[in-house]
């Protein structure tokens, strides 16, 4: 479009006028930014639409294609296993309780009866009984990053036919993905979740047995939303259903597995060796015949063996066919598509590909960076699923526990707790060591801390140091117990001295 200026000079010289307009309109196409204008060579792809119309159809066949691939491909099975051991752990997540009274120092009656209980209920958490917390939390946290989501309802109360075994009467019932259908959508419900005006999930429709077993019922029931926790695996706002992180990494991974099928059979093919008889020159070979000229047809086979002998005609040479695989650029190959399924899934590549040869500083440094990503997958658990859970158990062991217990409590620390998944290991534990002795020397950090960060409930570790010492005193045993470290003040001169000593760079170097 002409502007002013140009209208101007174009009353004077057309020709110029309509240049300037050309010129302009060229610049601001060149402005734009390059992936704008995809070319014949270059696809570049957009996605417009909202994150529920995007998963809608997609959710079952992805949940699908990961489970087949965590059953049958041992890197995805073993990538997992990472996922799981690095963000629940083997014991689960830890819980240990703070309630403080109206002072603000804690409950120490009330906590060590919260203890007690929670305690007796992780031997029998779920309603089939067949799983403790530690194994709740593996099983949740592998749907969770093999399928994208998991739910779980609670029990509460006296439930007929159920028999809870625990003191709290509080059960979890843990339920796969296919639960919920997720081409159940109308008004109000979307993916077989159902949404008030600001989008908060108001309840959840469970079909009564998993759609994929023999005793599939087409029955579907409205669950309040203030019973299920649902844990979703999401990348965009709105989006109802959880989607598997494998998701952009399954053409990779199957890509992958045919190749190293391929090269599996091209290396079985070579390991069977095959020989050859090469003729040579046509005038030193004579056809075989008999005495009356006629041509023998002699079948020449011959057995391979650790001591075989060959009996050849003149001017024949024999050979064996080679196979020089598998190919030496398989594993540089292997690792960098195990690279990408490692950022895919979000674990480190040295713990999915079981690579270790890194030095002490580069295997701190990607431990370190990891951690940060595992304490994020943590913590999804952690807020979705362990403190709604932690809350509805308090909420039902209040019914069971004296009542002087919470009387002179501060109420709004009832639900107050640590919740604590795997900590970050120790690559070299003296070095460790001796960094948590000067945190606390220098007041910057507590023993409770330390011991937090280590994955141990301080009050159980008190309560051990408590148990030994009497029994040593009890059997007439020198205490040897570590005294601490020693006071700031008197300890400082030597400390400076070491910091120095550590901090010294080594010119050998």
């Known amino acids: 479009m002409m502007n002013a200026v140009d209208k101007i000079v174009g009353f004077f010289n057309p020709q110029k006028g309509l240049a300037r307009a050309k010129s302009r309109r060229a610049l601001k196409i060149m402005a734009r930014y390059e992936a704008t204008k995809p070319g014949r060579q270059i696809k570049n792809p957009a996605e417009f639409r909202d994150a529920n119309s995007v998963n809608e159809g997609q959710v079952k066949t992805l949940r ?17 296993d990472v996922l799981v051991r690095n963000t629940v752990g083997s014991q689960g997540i830890s819980v240990i309780p703070l309630p403080r009274d109206a002072e603000g120092k804690l409950n120490k009656e009330l906590a060590k009866e919260l203890r007690r209980l929670w305690a007796d209920w992780c031997h029998h958490p779920e309603v089939s009984k067949q799983h403790n917390w530690a194994t709740a939390n593996q099983l949740v946290a592998r749907s969770l990053y093999r399928d994208g989501e998991v ?5 509460i109360g006296n439930i007929a036919g159920l028999d809870h075994q625990t003191q709290v009467p509080y059960s979890l019932e843990l339920l796969e993905a296919d639960y919920c259908p997720d081409d159940l959508t109308s008004a109000r419900t979307v993916q077989g979740i159902e949404f008030n005006a600001w989008s908060q999930p108001v309840a959840f429709y469970f079909t009564d047995n998993h759609p994929g077993g023999s ?29 598997t992180p494998l998701a952009s990494a399954i ?8 190749y190293e099928h391929h090269e599996q059979v091209a290396a079985a093919i070579g390991a069977s060796m095959a020989a050859y008889i090469q003729k040579g020159d046509a005038g030193e070979w004579a056809a075989p015949v008999d005495e009356n000229n006629q041509l023998i047809d002699i079948n020449r086979d011959f057995q391979i063996n650790g001591t075989s002998i060959f009996e050849l005609e ?3 040479t024999m050979g064996t066919l080679t196979n020089n695989r598998p190919s030496g650029l398989m594993t540089p190959y292997v690792q960098y598509m195990m690279k990408g399924f490692s950022a895919a899934i979000g674990t480190s590549h040295s713990s999915t590909a079981k690579d270790y040869d890194g030095t002490y500083s580069a295997q701190r440094q990607e431990l370190v960076e990891q951690t940060e990503n595992y304490k994020l997958l943590t913590n999804v658990i952690v807020s979705k699923w ?11 062991a209040l019914l069971i526990l004296p009542a002087e217990l919470w009387i002179d409590l501060d109420q709004s620390s009832l639900f107050d707790a640590v919740y604590m998944g795997p900590q970050m290991p120790w690559i070299d534990p003296k070095k460790e060591a001796d960094a948590f002795e000067k945190l606390v020397a220098l007041n910057v950090a507590s023993p409770q801390e330390i011991i937090t960060k ?9 309560d051990q140091i408590e148990e030994w010492l009497a029994e040593c005193e009890t059997r007439g ?9 020693a006071s700031p003040i008197e300890n400082k001169d030597s400390s400076i001295e070491n910091d120095d000593e550590e901090t010294q760079p080594n010119t050998e170097d």
Request: aromatic residues 6%.
């Open 215 to 243: 005793s599939y019922s087409m029955n579907v029931r409205r669950i309040s939303a203030a019973r299920v926790d649902h844990l979703k695996m999401v990348k965009r706002l709105g989006q109802a259903r959880g989607i």
């Open 477 to 485: 045993i020198p205490i040897n117990m570590g005294q601490g470290p």
């Open 386 to 396: 362990v403190r709604p859970v932690w809350r509805r158990f308090v909420e039902t």
């Open 251 to 258: 053409n990779r991974l199957n890509a992958l597995a045919e």
């Open 64 to 80: 699908g294609q990961a489970r087949h691939l965590d059953t049958n491909y041992d890197f995805v099975s073993g990538g997992l």
């Open 151 to 155: 739910f779980c309802k609670s029990v």
């Open 314 to 316: 003149p001017g024949e």
């Open 454 to 462: 280590r994955g141990l409930n301080p009050a159980d570790v008190l």
